[in-house]
């Protein structure tokens, strides 16, 4: 079903409020209509997964706002063939639009003005559409066909020989001009130009800012075939990720390069944690480089929730295994066996601390952040004011869990290890970066 059918039969049905679009934007998964690799996407969205608005954007646009646009389609007015007929639309809520080719007109076309069996206005041509063969009678056969006996299309149409120039769209009402858009033959790619969603970001490590970036001509026209692969440089900042909305792509979103498509590529900055400017950077073999310049506000910055990765301080080396040191309130995973650090959150519902302890330790002094089995059993308690083990207490190697047989009355010592003579038998090996093989003696890997 088309964008333009859905809407005529929803717009007809009185008893809707509105209408769910599946799917706005493009999705990761479920490759639809095409299951080759490298296809990702699906590729039903009114928008990819860049945010670039397709042409079915501007369909629902023009249906369902009534701020006055035109939109011109198809977006490329560069490669075609000189005299090739070009079917050019324009979706408008605007009632009449006229075509201009490099200044000649090309025709008005205009939209009729109906109402709905219930009196809502609407605006559609008189065309059959032929969009519904299920309609075998009345006076649209093969048409869907509205209650009130009418039927047409939602967007203008004209037949264009293809010649290099300025396509412009001009939407009138009442005689006067409310819209425009234009199309522009574009020549050989020269430079790259950025543009931010916006100019400013708060300084608490995880704003982000969305910044375009495009392969111009030398009039500043975006070219639609260009396919130059960009790499991006960020100062004072952290790049997120990157894209194109390419749906057949494999290329990483977490890089610092991407290819261009239809001329575009889009680049994600992560702001940091102290007040300044910062300067996105991008470059592309034989094209003019782009400087994009952003500044954070110096003041009323947001308190630090998240901090970005870059922005963590560097580990303690002298103690490897210890944590991260950062004032941030937030939960920290440690190694060995990972634990969930509850020390400085609190509690909702059961806390971790208050669950089955792991295996190397005790249910009595199951601490709520470990900091370690040291070897001589002994548990040490939970520390109370930094958020790193002390380096007097550096931490060891768990063992394996043991577990005696039936019968042999061994005992089982604070991490795990058999205590007293008798055959053990390991009951399941917990993997960790420092513990890789089974008990020393056991004989087995």
Not at 413 to 435: F, H, I, N, V
Request: glycine letters at 10%.
């Amino acid at each position: 079903m088309s964008g333009e059918y859905g809407l005529k039969k929803d717009r007809d049905r009185k008893w809707f409020t509105g209408e769910f679009l599946w799917s706005g934007i493009d999705y990761l998964g479920e490759p639809t209509p095409y299951d080759a690799f490298p296809v990702k996407a699906s590729f039903f969205g009114a928008v990819d997964t860049a945010g670039f608005p397709k042409d079915m954007y501007h369909l629902f646009k023009s249906q369902w706002t009534e701020k006055p646009m035109v939109h011109l389609l198809p977006m490329n007015w560069t490669d075609h063939r000189p005299g090739e007929v070009v079917d050019v639309w324009a979706y408008s809520n605007v009632d009449t639009v006229e075509l201009f080719l490099s200044g000649k007109s090309l025709g008005t076309r205009k939209f009729d003005e109906k109402k709905t069996t219930d009196g809502r206005t609407y605006l559609e041509t008189i065309e059959a559409t032929g969009d519904d063969k299920t309609v075998t009678g009345g006076p649209w056969p093969g048409s869907y066909t509205s209650p009130n006996g009418s039927a047409g299309k939602l967007h203008l149409t004209w037949k264009v020989p293809f010649a290099p120039g300025e396509l412009k769209a001009v939407a009138r009402r009442d005689g006067r001009t409310v819209a425009t858009d234009v199309l522009r033959t574009a020549g050989d790619p020269h430079a790259l130009r950025l543009t931010s969603d916006r100019k400013s970001l708060g300084a608490d490590g995880r704003s982000l800012c969305f910044v375009t970036a495009e392969v111009v001509d030398a009039r500043g026209v975006v070219v639609p075939g260009a396919d130059h692969s960009i790499a991006f440089d960020v100062d004072g900042e952290s790049l997120a990720g990157v894209d194109n909305g390419r749906e057949e792509s494999a290329e990483r979103y977490q890089a610092s390069t991407r290819t261009a498509f239809h001329g575009k590529a889009l680049a994600i900055v992560r702001s940091g944690t102290e007040d300044g400017s910062l300067t996105l950077r991008a470059r592309s073999a034989g094209l003019r480089t782009a400087d994009g310049d952003r500044d954070r506000p110096r003041h009323d910055r947001p308190k630090v929730l998240t901090p970005a990765a870059d922005s963590l301080p560097t580990p303690d080396r002298a103690h490897p295994t210890t944590l991260w040191r950062t004032p941030v309130t937030r939960a920290v995973r440690t190694p060995c066996p990972p634990r969930w650090s509850t020390a400085t959150r609190p509690p909702v519902g059961p806390t971790r601390s208050s669950r089955r302890p792991r295996p190397c330790c005790p249910p009595s002094t199951a601490p709520a952040r470990r900091t370690g089995c040291p070897s001589s059993g002994a548990v040490p308690a939970p520390s109370t004011g930094s958020r790193s083990p002390s380096p007097s207490t550096p931490r060891t190697p768990c063992p394996l869990r043991w577990r005696s047989p039936p019968g042999t009355g061994a005992a089982i010592g604070p991490c795990g290890e058999p205590t007293s003579t008798g055959p053990p038998r390991p009951t399941r090996r917990r993997w960790s970066p420092s513990t890789r093989y089974a008990a020393p003696g056991s004989g087995s890997r």
